[in-house]
């Protein structure tokens, strides 16, 4: 089994679509337990791709290859998968995108890649989302994490509005709020009441699930 | 058509240290320019505006005045709604530098006027879906109705090399003038790369032979680490480098981004650029008419 799950890693981990869709298909048939297939094959693929990312040995290239294989495998795995882990996904539900005014897509794409990837159920509304369409998708959605990206000083206020809006409506209670892009920090997010600040596209998915597992403690 | 063959650029470049101008997004943004704004959208706005900035540049020293049209691309534009301005925007841009550029001081030579060109928004892939040739005629548009002379084009921010390939080309059959393109490298525990992962010696030796009369790099790495980025570059190319690195990583403060350099530090390290072999510096974000002064000031010590 272990040759098995080193296969799926790796197979993540080189961006090798087709290996991932046949080993996925060979969870299905031989009737493996997915969950394990996904934590300790596809899902360490994934993380160790971020790690390269992270040492400068793999670039937004390479991280959306693995990203894009990963999809391919969760995509077999999926209804077995949800079977697995009830009707929700099992990260929980995410609304993505880049504020008004600033028609950067690279990075919240990474992140939207990566997130589904990791399991989360991402609507992604594109680049230049007005605050207006942020707060509904939050709504029709049901989302539970908001995640906003600026990668322009001058548009990064509109994740301030955005928030601000979420608390006029009543609906900042009900959604986490996650942002990033190059000119945020650690210190804007605070400044602006969200819930947590990314530096890049791997820690957003840490922050994520550390977001939502919270989330489901004070729930439960 | 447009622009002079020969605006000696090149030659000055080679002759070495020649001083470009400072930041504009951060300048406007100083001077009340709104969240979602497009920065070129002022150059019909408020031109006093941006030609106050052009003309504080231009009596600090700069030699070489930048144009106020990086996200002068249809793709950028129209995402602001202002798709049907392309024309009127770059144009107002170049004849706003042109005007500060011809404010000479007595005893210095002519300022030239670099039309800067920055990325389309549009991302290859597999990242993104655009294509090579989609982004080549965002280019191409954005130089096509170019009625008022330059004196080089200035490629630059770029992450792809792919997409400041596309930019060349682009600009290699629109213009006549010598082009620049400058990437944006960042530090890696292995070394400098752009985000895609394109090392520097490959990059420009693609970029030489696809035409660019000098290279460099620009943006998001603060002057201290450009000074080691600079020495990677000269050992990687014989031809002339320009460095504009940003005044450090800004702090926000009262949802403006603030940057903490001093022009002192920035100078110190510019210096340090020149020694190095590099034939130009300027600033990118954060940076200021200020930072330009120090800078041509120590130079003529």
Known sequence: MKAFFEQCEAAVLE??????????????????????????????????????????????????FSAEVMK??????????????????????????????????????VVSTLL????????????????ERFIDAVRDHHADLLCMSALLTTTMTGQAHVVELLQKRGMRGDVKVLVGGVPTSEGWARQIRADAYAPDAVAAVEAAKGLLSRDDRKAG | M???????????????????????????????????????????????????????????????????????????????????????????????????AATTAAGT????VAFSMGPTGRILPPVGDATERELE?????????????????????????????????????????????TLTFKRTPRGFFTEMGDRVAASFAKLESAGAAFVGANCTIASSDMVDLAREMRGATALPLLCQPNA?????????????????????????????????????????????????????R
Not at chain 1, 27 to 55: H, I, P, Q, T, Y
Not at chain 1, 83 to 99: D, K, Q, S, Y
Request: a neutral charge; charged letters at 25%; glycine letters at 12%.
């Open chain 1, 15 to 64: 961006g090798n679509k087709d290996l991932a869709v046949e080993l996925a298909r060979r969870v299905l048939a031989e009737n493996m337990d997915v969950l394990a297939v996904l934590e300790r094959g596809f899902s360490r693929g994934l993380r160790r791709a971020g790690e390269k990312w992270e040492a400068g040995e793999y670039f937004l290239p390479e991280l959306a």
């Open chain 1, 72 to 109: 391919a495998a969760l995509d077999v795995l999926r209804p077995s998968l949800l079977r697995a882990a009830g009707t929700r996904a099992p990260g929980g539900r995410v609304v993505i995108g880049t504020v008004q005014g600033d028609i950067h897509d690279i990075g919240k794409s």
């Open chain 1, 116 to 131: 589904s990837a990791h399991g989360f159920d991402v609507l992604d509304l594109g680049a230049n989302v007005t605050h």
């Open chain 2, 2 to 100: 447009t622009g002079k063959p020969d605006s000696g650029i090149v030659d000055r470049l080679r002759r070495g240290r020649v001083v470009f101008d400072g930041g504009m997004g951060s300048q406007l943004i100083a001077r009340g320019l709104e969240a979602g704004h497009p920065p070129e959208e002022w150059n019909r706005a408020h031109p006093k505006t941006v030609q106050e900035i052009h003309r504080a540049y231009a009596d600090a020293g700069a030699e070489v005045i930048t144009t106020n049209s990086f996200g002068g691309t249809p793709a950028r534009l129209s995402a602001h709604g202002l798709g049907n301005d392309v024309v009127t925007l770059n144009n107002a841009a170049v004849r706003l530098a042109r005007v500060a």
């Open chain 2, 109 to 112: 030579r002519p300022r030239l």
């Open chain 2, 137 to 181: 005629s965002e280019f191409a548009a954005q130089l096509a109705g170019l009625s008022e002379p330059i004196d080089l084009v200035l490629i630059e921010t770029v992450f792809d090399l792919r997409e400041g390939l596309c930019a060349l080309r682009a600009a290699r059959r629109m213009v006549s003038v010598p082009i620049g393109v």
């Open chain 2, 248 to 300: 450090g990583a800004p702090d926000i403060e009262g949802g403006k981004p603030v940057y903490r350099q001093r022009p002192d530090a920035f100078a110190g390290d510019a210096i340090r650029m020149f020694e190095t072999g590099v034939n130009a510096v300027g600033g990118c974000c954060g940076t200021t008419p200020e930072f330009i002064d120090e800078l041509v000031r120590r130079l003529s």
